[in-house]
Structures are given as C-alpha cells and as structure tokens.
C-alpha cells in the first residue's frame, strides 16, 4: 500500500512514516500542498494524508487540486485545528474523511484500510 | 388643572421659594418683581430695591450681551410665543440658562413676561465630569476587549501548536505499546504507562482550552440527538468508579421517575458528568459519598451531584463556573491539576442546551452540583 503524507512538521512526517512503514506501507512524503501536489502525479499513492495549515498551498486547496488531477484520489485530512465547520469544509472540498490531531494508530489505521478496501 | 386651587392665597411664598431667578417686566422693560432669589444670587447687580428700575439696570451688561436677552424679551412681546430657554456661559466659567415666558392679561394683549434664570453652573461641570468618565470607561472598555481577543486568540493558538507534538509523542508511546517498536520488559512497560496517562493529561488539558475558545467565539457545536441521561450517566459512574476506588468513596445512581429521552449531545453531556464527578471526587475525602440522583421534573430532567466533601465558600460560589478560576487564596477549591476549566465549560455546555446549572454548599458540608437538561430542546 502506498501512501503519501502531506505536512509541515518534519516530526510529524517522522511519526507517521514509522507508524506506516511498521503497518508495511510504502511511504513517501511532502512538506507543503505544492510539493505534495507533484509527488502525487509521480507517486500516484493508495492514500494521501493532508494536514490543513501549510505554506505555499493549504491542505484544502492541495486537496481539491489533487482531485481535479485525480478524481478517485482518496485523501484523508488530518489537522491539529479543531475549528468547528472545518470537517464539513474539508468533506465539502472531497476529502474521504476528516481526523483531528491527536490520533489513535488503531483509528488511523483502520481509517486508511478501510479507504483502500473501497 | 386640578388640585391648583390648593395654591390659591400662597402665591408669594411658593414663588420666593422657587430656587430660581425670577424677575417680572413690562413693555418699557421695567422691572416690576424680583424674587428673594434674585436678589440672593450672583446675576444681581444690586441688593434691593430694583422694581421700577430698567432691566438693563439690574442685571449685568455682560449678561444682557451675551444672551441678546433684551431682544428676545421684545419678540415674546410681539408674539406671545415663550422663549423656551439656552445655556449661556459667562466668564469665570459660570454657566446659566434662562427662559421668558408670557403673562397674557386679556387675550391678545401680553403686558408683562417672566423670566425664570438659572445657575447651571454646578450641574454643567457634573454633566463635563460625567461625559469625561463615560469617555474614560469607553477606552478602558475597548482596551480590556482587545486583551481579552488577544487572550482568547493566544488560548487557541497554543491549543492548537501544542496538537503537534502530543500527536507525534502520542503516536510514539502508542507504537511501544502495541509492540510495534520491539518487546519491552516490565519496567519499561510500567514506565510508558506512566508516560501514557500524563500525555492523557495533557491531551485533556488541551482540549479544554480548546473547548474554551470555542465557547467564546460560540463556537461550541451541539450535535444533537435522542439521548437518556442516565445511561450516560452510568457510563461515566462506570469509568469514574476506579478512581473514586482509589479513595474508598463510594458512588451511587438513582433515578426517580420514569425518564423520557431527550435531545441533546450525548458527548457533550457526557463531559459535563465527567467534570462534575472528577471534581467530586477530588474535594470528597478518603470513604466519603457520592451520589447522583436524576429527577424527572415536568419540563426538565434535573441531575443532582451531592457530595460530602470540603464544600464551597459563598464568596467563591458564584465565580467557580468563570474560567480559570481557581478559588481564591485560601479556597479548599483550588484545583489541582486543572486549570479551571472544568466548570466553566460544563456550564457552556448546558447553556448550549437551554439548561441552567448551578451549585449549592457548605464549608465542610459538602456541596451539591446541580443541572437541568430542558425536555423541549429544539
């Protein structure tokens, strides 16, 4: 399974690439919407994981650009902002699922396995 | 008009009683009256004896200039309309306000008008004094709401910054837990559980701060739905009754009544026990009593948390539910571990449900916790 991780915080992209790697994904990373849009055309991932707030291009956009790409993309977002509405907005942008940082691994990773099984 | 008979044989002394100037003139602007007060205040030129005189005689020249009074006098005259007053100031900074009014004799004919001045000078500087404090409290208002946004600002901010690192903190005790990083031994075992159950902490923490802000901005989202109290109220009796164990306490459920469901958050509703019953049971001694009692009253469903704890001072009783409170000096209250959040938010929570909580105690009798959930909610 392929996954691509979109954030900003390099120890982020550390905890979820070990996490991942040890559910025996195959991980590739990006640290703002801009890069992560080119990775996703190279890697062409299972999974994308966006993370909302980010330089260059904000995970909202990244992700209705990445649909507009690919419109079976199926990205989760996962953001340390708990702005009520924001789940909606991110549903409403074409996110598959919208998960609040912190996370529990078991969630996170039932929430990507069942994505790649539909 | 009635009751004006009464006034009948005290003209005189009603009109020498009136603290104001009062001076009667005719046409050739002949003074035929002055009042006792006339004579009494600062607008008098002379001490006695001014009938028959000219008003610009008796009144200083400054005043007569200032006010254009003679010329005002001569148009009630002419139209029988009274002047209905204005404010003169007068050097020395005195200020004053006069009116003219008519004395019709016969229709038509006006003979004599009256004029009524005034010493507004005393009044004018509480009105200046009243208008500065407003001004004052106007600024000190705006310059404490834009501490408070600055304040609100900064709590979501940290909320939100410190997601982050607890995740990545989080995700890594977790991996050693499911044994995703390798065996662990015992010790370290025994040690990650103590790390895990601060980051816990920690995470509660944060959550409350963000509950905070989301509650100032109105943020708070009420999802609602069909729920019954009392089965999220043993739910979290459930969870509590380990802790409450770890102090002997005991903790009880009784629900009176059949009670109807109703709308409302259940995760929500949930956090308000939650809050309720940690602080029970952190202010109730070691084998003391907890009880929950919920009532089905007609409109509302009523929830009762009594403890026989430390209780609550009055004078922090109506604060306790204000954010970041936490007690006053020497409060038994003061909560350890928390940030005076709890209360505050379960009092949010309840106002977003059109309930009402409140609180009930004693110092060293123990304290009741009381909130109601409205059946209609809509």
Known sequence: MR?????????????????????????????????????????????????????????????????????????IVISAVGKSGLDNECLLAGAKKFIIKPFKIKDLLSSIDSLVAQ | MKGIESVQGYQ?????????TIIIVNRRLEVLYANRNYYAKSVAKR???????????VI??????????????QEVFLTGIPFDGDQIRYPGGMFYFYKIYPLKEHEESISKVVIFME????????????????????????????????????????????????TVINSYIEMFQEGMLGELTNIQQEKIEIISSQIEHMIRLVE???????????????????????????TVLDDMR????????????????????????????????????TNAIKYTPKKGKIRVIITDDPKDIRISIIDDGIGIAKKDQSRIFEKFYTGSGSSLIKESGRMGLGLA??????????????????????????????????
């Open chain 2, 119 to 166: 010493n507004i000078t005393e009044l004018t500087r509480l009105e200046e004094e009243l208008r500065e404090s407003y001004v004052k409290l106007e600024n000190a208002y705006a310059e404490l709401k834009e501490n408070d946004e600055i304040k609100s600002e900064f709590i979501s901010t940290a909320s939100h910054e410190l997601r982050t690192p607890i």
């Open chain 2, 60 to 73: 200083p020249s400054m005043l007569i200039e200032k006010t254009g009074i003679i010329d005002k006098i």
């Open chain 2, 12 to 20: 005189e002394e009603i009109i020498e009683a009136i603290p104001s």
């Open chain 2, 47 to 57: 001490e006695r004896g001014v009938l028959g005189e000219r008003l610009s005689r």
């Open chain 2, 345 to 378: 938010i379960a009092k949010g929570i309840i106002e977003a449900h059109e309930g009402r909580i409140w609180v009930a105690s004693e110092i060293g009798k123990g304290s009741t916790f009381i909130f109601t959930l409205p059946k209609n909610y809509d």
């Open chain 1, 3 to 75: 996954i691509l991780i979109i954030d900003d915080a390099p120890e982020m992209l550390r905890a979820f690439r070990d996490i991942l790697e040890a559910h025996g994904c195959e991980v590739h990373a990006a640290e703002n919407g801009e890069e992560g849009l080119a990775r996703y055309a190279e890697t062409k991932p299972d999974v994308v994981l966006m993370d909302i707030l980010m330089p260059k291009l904000d995970g909202i956009s990244a992700t209705k650009k990445i649909l507009d790409i690919d419109p079976f993309a199926k990205i």
């Open chain 2, 242 to 277: 380990r802790l409450a164990g770890l102090k002997e306490q005991t903790v009880s459920l009784s629900v009176e009544g059949s009670l109807s469901e109703l709308e409302g958050d259940g995760r929500r509703i949930k956090q308000v026990f939650n809050n309720l019953l």
């Open chain 2, 208 to 234: 409350d701060m963000l509950d905070t802000s989301r509650l100032e901005s109105r943020a708070l989202k009420i999802n609602k739905s069909p729920i019954r109290v009392d089965d999220i109220a043993r």
